[in-house]
């Protein structure tokens, strides 16, 4: 099984100001089709997942610019340029590149 | 415009069964791969089951045998019949669509807002 390993656990950030979270996958999610199987997800509180970016780093529609998302292989970054209050919530990773789709543990965003 | 609404759960005790329903709207139900996806309280995601637009149907390790996950075309919804539930069943339930970008992989572009259920007894 691919494992996901998120990181940090937790991140407080002020409005404004940028925010990272790392995921690395035990295996490299690049399939031999060329594309790498790797999505983000934000759940906001009582809500549920909302799909960030799709394959690394195609933003979902709707989805507002300031998100970004890149790496390979194995490693992997979800950026936020401004962090807005409506960007509360837990982050999750998750890879499909091995069936079934496996998660990452999800990163909680606060704000300052 | 897509949209998933989960109804079904409840409390039950341990043993006993429920099914899950999964109206969908806005895209044919048949055509697209349908997972459902469940979250213990307080805790991450899980993968529970998925069926293929073709009609191919996989379990994780941990429902397998128990649950049973099945669709109506003529309504449009997707269920998830749970037996034999355990107290580790409980969580919210999510069905979601899971797009299919390649033949044979998918992700969830869509969810609904999920439906509680609760085994205690």
Redesign the interface.
């Known amino acids: 099984d691919v494992v996901m390993t998120q990181t940090p656990l937790s991140l407080s950030v002020t409005p404004g100001q940028p925010a990272s979270i790392s995921c690395k996958s035990s295996q490299s999610l690049l399939?031999s089709?060329g594309?790498t199987?790797l999505?983000w997800?934000l759940q906001k509180p009582g809500?549920?997942?909302?799909?960030l970016i799709?394959?690394v780093s195609n933003r979902?529609s709707g989805v507002p610019d300031r998100f970004s998302g890149s790496g390979s292989g194995t490693d992997f970054t979800l950026k936020i340029s401004r962090v807005e209050a409506e960007d509360v919530g837990v982050y999750?990773c998750?890879q499909?590149?091995q069936?079934?789709?496996?998660?990452?543990?999800?990163t909680k965003v606060e704000i300052k | 415009e897509v949209q998933l609404v989960e109804s079904g759960g409840d409390l039950i005790q341990p043993g006993g069964s429920l099914r899950l329903s999964c109206a969908a709207s806005g895209f044919t139900v048949s055509s697209n791969y349908m997972s459902w996806v469940r979250q213990a309280p307080g805790k991450g995601l899980e993968w529970v089951s998925v069926i293929y637009s073709g009609g191919s149907i996989y379990y994780a390790d941990s429902v397998k045998g128990r649950f049973t996950i099945s669709r109506d075309n003529s309504k449009n919804t997707l269920y998830l019949q749970m037996n034999r539930l355990r107290v580790e069943d409980t969580a919210v339930y999510y069905c979601a669509r899971g797009w299919h970008s390649s033949s044979w992989t998918y992700y969830f572009d869509y969810w609904g807002q999920g439906t509680l259920v609760t085994v205690s007894s």
């Open positions: 399939h089709d594309k199987y999505y997800y809500q549920s997942p909302q799909l799709y394959e979902f999750y998750m499909s590149k069936l079934p789709p496996g998660f990452g543990g999800g």
